[in-house]
T-cell receptor, first 116, second 112 residues
Framework: KAGVTQTPRYLIKTRGQQVTLSCSPI?????VSWYQQTPGQGLQFLFE???????NKGNFPGRFSGRQFSNSRSEMNVSTLELGDSALYLCASSLTRLAGGHNEQFFGPGTRLTVL | SQKIEQNSEALNIQEGKTATLTCNYT??????LQWYRQDPGRGPVFLLL?????KEKRKERLKVTFDTTLKQSLFHITASQPADSATYLC???????????FGQGTTLQVKP
C-alpha cells in the first residue's frame, strides 16, 4: 500500500503571497489531519477532516484553511503569508471512523515552506 | 492548561544500553498516549499506543509504561543501537478524532 504523499516537497514564497499544499492519504483512510512543525513550537495541530467535513480545528488564524475532497485527498491553504509561517507542514491520515477512535496516524514526508 | 511535556534536552547513551525517555502530563488524564519516532526531514512514524488501563506495552526492543498516579509515561529502548538515534515524540488524543497534541520531543543519540 502506498503511503501518505504530499506535494510539493519544498516551496519558497514571499510575504503576502498565498500557498496551497496537497495531501493524498493512504487508500481507505478517511481522516486527514494537518500539522505545522517549527523548531520553537514543535508539532502543532492545524485541523482534521473526515468525509469532507472539518471535525476539529487548532488555534491558528483564519489565514489557514483546508478542505477535503470526496476521494479523501486534502488541501490546505495559507493566505497572506508571514515570515512566521515558515515551517514543515505535515499531513497525516488514519483509519479513524465516524464514531471516532484512537488510531495511529500515518504521516507524509511534509512540505517545507520558506517565506522570504 | 492541559500540557504534555517531554525533556527537551538531548539524551546521549552508549550502544547496548537502555534508553529511557519521559513524557509527563498535567491538568488532565489522557485515556491514551502514543509514541512516535521522527528522523530529520521526515514525518513522524508511529511506534506504540498505550491505554490508561494498561500498565505496560511491549514491541520488540521497545517498552512503554503508563503511570496514572505519577501522570507519566516512560519509553524504553533496550539494547540500543546507533540506528535508534532520532527524536521521539509522545502525543495524546485531545478528542475522539484525529487530533493529537504532541510533546516537544526528546532527541536520542546512541553512540557506537
Amino acid at each position: 500500500k502506498a503511503g501518505v504523499t504530499q506535494t510539493p516537497r519544498y516551496l519558497i514564497k514571499t510575504r503576502g503571497q498565498q500557498v496551497t499544499l496537497s495531501c493524498s492519504p493512504i487508500s481507505g483512510h478517511r481522516s486527514v489531519s494537518w500539522y505545522q512543525q517549527t523548531p520553537g513550537q514543535g508539532l502543532q495541530f492545524l485541523f482534521e477532516y473526515f468525509s469532507e467535513t472539518q471535525r476539529n480545528k487548532g488555534n491558528f488564524p483564519g489565514r489557514f484553511s483546508g478542505r477535503q475532497f470526496s476521494n479523501s485527498r486534502s488541501e490546505m491553504n495559507v493566505s497572506t503569508l508571514e515570515l512566521g509561517d515558515s515551517a514543515l507542514y505535515l499531513c497525516a491520515s488514519s483509519l479513524t471512523r465516524l464514531a471516532g477512535g484512537h488510531n495511529e496516524q500515518f504521516f507524509g514526508p511534509g512540505t517545507r515552506l520558506t517565506v522570504l | 492548561s492541559q500540557k504534555i511535556e517531554q525533556n527537551s534536552e538531548a539524551l546521549n547513551i552508549q550502544e547496548g544500553k537502555t534508553a529511557t525517555l519521559t513524557c509527563n502530563y498535567t491538568n488532565y488524564s489522557p485515556a491514551y498516549l502514543q509514541w512516535y519516532r521522527q528522523d530529520p526531514g521526515r514525518g513522524p512514524v508511529f511506534l506504540l499506543l498505550i491505554r490508561e488501563n494498561e500498565k505496560e506495552k511491549r514491541k520488540e526492543r521497545l517498552k512503554v509504561t503508563f503511570d496514572t498516579t505519577l501522570k507519566q509515561s516512560l519509553f524504553h529502548i533496550t539494547a540500543s543501537q546507533p540506528a535508534d538515534s532520532a527524536t521521539y515524540l509522545c502525543a495524546r488524543d485531545s478528542s475522539n478524532t484525529g487530533k493529537l497534541i504532541f510533546g516537544q520531543g526528546t532527541t536520542l543519540q546512541v553512540k557506537p
